[in-house]
Nanobody, 121 residues
Framework: QVRLVESGGGLVQAGGSLRLSCAAS????????VGWFRQAPGKVREFVSR???????DYADSVKGRFTISRDNTKNTVYLQMNSLKPEDTAVYSC???????????????WGQGTQVTVSS
């Protein structure tokens, strides 16, 4: 089993930055792909970014150039650095882990509880 805990969300003004963390416990985290997803009120969950166990990285077009995903396997943690935040980035951000790196949430086996990110204009 893998347990995921997100942290780092909060309220920030447009143009600001936040760094989200996804800390994992349980089975070997380094062998897992990790994805970040977000869900705004009244909207479907959407893919944000992913990092494979080998370090391959992918971003949604809406965040490319502004967000950076990274992982530190020594700390069993994946980070999402979010810069130049916009009001439309407001959502609950969740991380997910699994054996397959995918843009689809259904392909992940484990999920965190989510952390709220609110960007004011």
């Amino acid at each position: 089993q893998v347990r995921l805990v997100e942290s780092g969300g909060g309220l920030v003004q447009a143009g600001g930055s936040l760094r989200l963390s996804c800390a994992a416990s349980g089975r070997i985290f380094s062998s897992s792909a990790v994805g970040w997803f977000r869900q705004a009120p009244g909207k479907v969950r959407e893919f944000v970014s992913r990092i494979s166990r080998g370090g391959n990285i992918d971003y949604a077009d809406s965040v490319k150039g502004r967000f950076t995903i990274s992982r530190d396997n020594t700390k069993n943690t994946v980070y999402l650095q979010m810069n130049s935040l916009k009001p439309e980035d407001t959502a609950v951000y969740s991380c997910a882990a699994g054996s397959v790196s995918s843009r689809r949430g259904v392909d992940y086996d484990y999920w965190g509880q989510g952390t709220q990110v609110t960007v004011s204009s």
